[in-house]
């Protein structure tokens, strides 16, 4: 019994996670229905700059040595946190900006330049050795320059290839995306894992019965609460969550309500980026996980198996989705099958396509005629 | 106010609007009618930038509006209540209400009134506030989906087939808030099937047979043109 509870609430702290992860896929999928498989790699991103913000860029003190500086600690992990969700929803927001919208609406010139840009980098980086002498300052003012070289040739290759709205373009390019992003990450974080060390207090509590809960993972399900209900607040209450669910019923009528659909689109995706950057953040700097930049593609796909658990499209589906992982995780890990905790994932995913593919808080729309 | 200059549409290989010219003046009720799939719809999208037209030139107040997209339209004054109603069906009638006045967002006063003024013109609304659109009847849809497009406070409203699918008795009822809402002000583009309906409401009216325009002249002839009754008011 008190096992049965151990492992609820270790799958309750990894349901939200998970939950965090999942309302962004949701959300995305609601207004665009496009799966942004690309959005692990912001939770991946988010873990990162928790990373860095402990470690380098805030003034943490190592709780070992100067243990009376929990307090300082503490707001600043505030800091670290908001620091985190702000990146993550500025990247959300680039890769609408340059990956999907040019689908929606042709890739304009400024898409051009920016896809120069990041063809130009690697491409001067294959000549590496001829830079090294010179400097890294160099290699950055060649590699914008190559950029801009590259971009008749990107627009070049759009005219030939024709974007178009088709789903399979829009898969293809959400894994594109994906994969640059682990990769990129490979380049500038370096492949070998990192992690934190102790910069908060860690208190356990007894729970009658003789459950133990940790600080760090009462801290991950309170935060993920709040931004939970936040979340709730800004699509019921606020004028761009309005626009967002009128979006996600009926996009071209919200084109007539005089909604700006591209702008309300990218707020989407700043808030699934901020979701999944906190719980990067929160991962990195609570759980001691070792943290690498493919660190994303789990969490990131078991989330997105939440998402569907709980009903594409719809939030109350992701929160409860991704407890019910969770917990199936958890309980999975326990046992004596704990080889296939990460299998447990597409199991479920399996079984959910062939007994209920709308999910079970989603409502099944009959296809537009 | 609006003008149309040999604006043709194509999907693809087809031709679904050939060199249409098309004029609504400021305080009219013009009527677009035609059988099904002559291209009425297409029009109505191609002014509002739904589709692209593949050649031509679209006018309002003296702008041209060819490339602008719908939602930069309702703030110039264009508001469409397109075909087959679309309402937020997962949305209360008050939210479907304050969507239409999307773009008069903070005047927190004009949208109260404005939303008192579409129960007035529809009291059934009124009793079901609070209740999710997508439980309406097709009869109350339809309202709302008036009242919606009301909201913008537009000066030229587009409105594609009102009377679809609706009681004998609610498109009467429809006919009537059209020509309440002209008298107000508001300069209407109707489509209609329903052609016999829309040319005793509208002054002016357009015949469109497969992507051309065939007749255009005052209502009031068309109605007593007997090719047009032929071929499009039965009988
Ligand atoms: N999205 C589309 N793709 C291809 N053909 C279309 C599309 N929409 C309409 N059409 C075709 O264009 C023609 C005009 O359609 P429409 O404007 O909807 O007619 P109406 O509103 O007068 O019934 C029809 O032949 C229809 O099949
Ligand atoms: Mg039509």
Known sequence: MQQIAQQLIYGIQLGSLYALIALGYTMVYGVLRLINFAHGDVYMVGAFVGFYACTRWLPFKDLAVHPEAAGANIALAVVALLLAMAICSAMGVLIERFAYRPLRNGLQKADAHFWGLVLGFPITGLFMPVFNGWGPLVAVVVGVGVGFAMRPLVAWLARRVKLSESRLNALITAIGVSLLLENGGLLVFGANPNFIPNILPERTYMLPGGVMVGSSQLTILGVSLVLMLSLRYIVMYTRPGKAMRAISHDIEAAKLMGIDTDRVIAFTFALGGSLAGAGGAMVAALTHVKITPLFGLLPGLKAFVAAVLGGAGSLPGAMVGGLLMGSAESFVAGSSLSMFRDAIAFCVLIIILLVRPAGLMGRHVPEKV | ?235
């Open chain 2, 1 to 235: 106010m609006l003008a149309l200059r040999s604006v043709s549409v194509r999907y693809g290989a087809i031709e679904a609007l050939s060199q249409v010219d098309l004029e609504v003046n400021q305080g009219e009720i013009v009527t677009l009618i035609g059988a099904n799939g002559a291209g009425k719809s297409t029009t109505i999208r191609a002014i509002c930038g739904q589709v692209p037209t593949s050649s031509g030139s679209i006018h309002f107040e003296g702008r041209e509006i060819t490339r602008t997209p719908a939602h930069r339209l309702v703030h110039a004054g264009i508001a469409q209540s397109p075909e087959g109603r679309r309402i937020f069906a997962n949305m209360t009638v008050r939210e479907n209400l304050e969507l239409g006045a999307f773009i008069h967002h903070g005047k927190h006063e004009q949208i109260r009134q404005d939303i008192d003024r579409v129960f007035q013109l529809f009291p059934r609304l009124s009793e079901r506030v609070n209740q999710s659109a997508g439980t309406l009847s097709g009869g109350e849809q339809q309202m709302l989906a008036m009242g919606r497009s009301l909201m913008a406070r537009p000066k030229l409203l587009l409105r594609d087939e009102p009377s679809l699918g609706l009681a004998p008795f609610l498109v009467q009822q429809i006919f009537q808030i059209i020509r309440e809402i002209n008298k107000e002000g508001v300069t209407i583009l109707l489509v209609e099937q329903n052609a016999y309906q829309a040319l005793r409401v509208a002054h002016r009216a357009y015949v469109l047979g497969t992507g051309s325009i065939v007749v255009s002249d005052t209502a009031e002839r068309l109605l007593a043109n007997e090719q047009v009754q032929a071929a499009y008011l039965g009988e």
